[in-house]
């Protein structure tokens, strides 16, 4: 917020991803699998709801509770999707603020957010995810 850092707080703006599936209730990050640059995210709502997130070629990927995501609110608002695609206002554009973020200059990294009722994550790569549903 502006105390902390002497600026107004932007709110992002983000894309819905179109995944072909929607949770009933509120989904609770349940796994973070990170292997040989291929990060796994898992997610289950209601213990018969499961999807798996698979992202590869990525830059990088954070996890944080959504109480410290306020300017993702309430565009990336669980109830409207489970994938977002950041288009402005995100950690990347956080990041490329800093001179040492050399991941900045390379063209094409895009950001995703998967919204948990708790945690979120946000990830940095190359290449577009994909969605396996386990349970519906």
């Known amino acids: 917020d502006s105390a902390h850092s002497g600026r107004p ?14 949770f009933r209730s509120n989904a609770v990050l349940t796994q973070v699998m990170w292997e040989a640059g291929k990060l796994t995210v898992t997610l289950t709502a209601q213990g018969d709801q499961t999807v798996r997130v698979h992202f590869s070629d990525l830059a990088g990927f954070r996890v944080l509770d ?4 306020m300017e993702f609110w309430p565009t990336c608002a669980m109830g409207r999707g489970l994938l977002f695609d950041i288009k402005k206002h995100g950690w990347l554009d956080f990041e490329i603020t800093r001179p040492g973020f050399v991941t900045g200059q390379c063209a094409q ?28």
């Open 66 to 69: 959504e109480g410290n995501l």
């Open 109 to 136: 990294v895009h950001e995703y957010l998967l919204a948990g009722i708790n945690e979120c994550i946000n990830v940095l790569t190359w290449a577009e995810p994909s969605v396996e549903i386990l349970s519906a």
């Open 9 to 22: 707080m932007n709110k992002v703006e983000a894309e819905l991803v179109d995944t072909g599936f929607a």
